[in-house]
């Protein structure tokens, strides 16, 4: 019988023995062992959790250990991780994001405010009530903000997930439906700061009477008459 070493010195050789030449694995394990040990995050952020997304990159919790590599392109990311707040003027723009991602994809909703909204949930006028009203989400994690372990945790339950998953049941798998966590009634309003006030002709072309309290010699685009009903 031939000696067989754990992780020998030198490089390893063919043998006779089939068990140290073969793997046997399935395609659904390798196919989600490459997805999740290579997940590419979009490199995205609105307001004040990216600050401790920054921080998981950084030396101390350095999530790039899990194969995950930020880049700056939604073409080459599979992964998008909504740190901050939305507002219902970029939603727009954050589903184009979405939609220009690589399949197969996965989004995690991160802090209270791309969760519920968080704080501005009660009053605000523009903050979205959840990004899932948006963009189906694969992980959620509160906090306000989180901190880096909480986004490695998600990381680790995001791996476990994509680590279940098989190719033959993703049509069953993909989300058909969103669920909306809070029911409103908001409508879209068109734009009421166009700018056409601080257009008018009485702002651009102060009064006669003020050019006159002011001391100034009068403009020459202000016709003596103009304005003096002002
Ligand atoms: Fe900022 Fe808190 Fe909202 Fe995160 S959840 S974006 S930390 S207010």
Redesign the pocket.
């Given at each position: 019988m031939t000696d067989t070493i754990t992780n020998p010195i030198e490089y390893p050789e063919i043998t006779q023995q089939l068990s140290e030449n073969v793997i046997l694995t399935t395609v659904d394990d390798i196919y989600n062992w490459a997805k999740m040990s290579s997940l590419y995050p979009l490199m995205f952020g609105?307001?004040?959790?990216f600050m401790?997304f920054m921080a998981a990159y950084a030396s101390r919790f350095d999530m790039e250990r899990y194969g995950m590599i930020p880049r700056a392109t939604p073409r080459q990311a599979d992964l998008l991780i909504t740190?901050?707040?939305i507002t219902m003027k970029y939603a727009p723009n954050l589903v184009r994001l979405y939609e220009q991602m690589a399949e197969p994809k996965y989004v995690i909703a991160?802090?209270?405010?791309?969760i519920t909204g968080?704080?501005f949930s009660v009053d605000s006028p523009s903050a979205v009530r959840g990004v899932d009203k948006l963009i189906p989400v694969d992980v959620y994690i509160p906090?306000?903000?989180?901190r880096p372990e909480a986004v490695v945790d998600a990381i680790i339950k995001l791996r476990k997930k994509i680590a279940n998953e098989s190719i033959q049941e993703r049509e069953k798998t993909q989300q058909t439906h969103r669920y909306y966590s809070i029911p409103h009634n908001m409508k879209v309003v068109p734009p009421m700061f166009d700018g056409e006030y601080l257009r008018s002709e009485e702002r651009e072309t102060p009064s006669k009477e003020i050019v006159e309290a002011m001391g100034l010699p009068l403009p020459l685009a202000l016709p003596a008459t103009a304005n003096s009903q002002l």
């Open positions: 609105t307001a004040c959790c401790e740190a901050g707040t991160m802090g209270a405010c791309t968080g704080m906090g306000c903000p989180p």
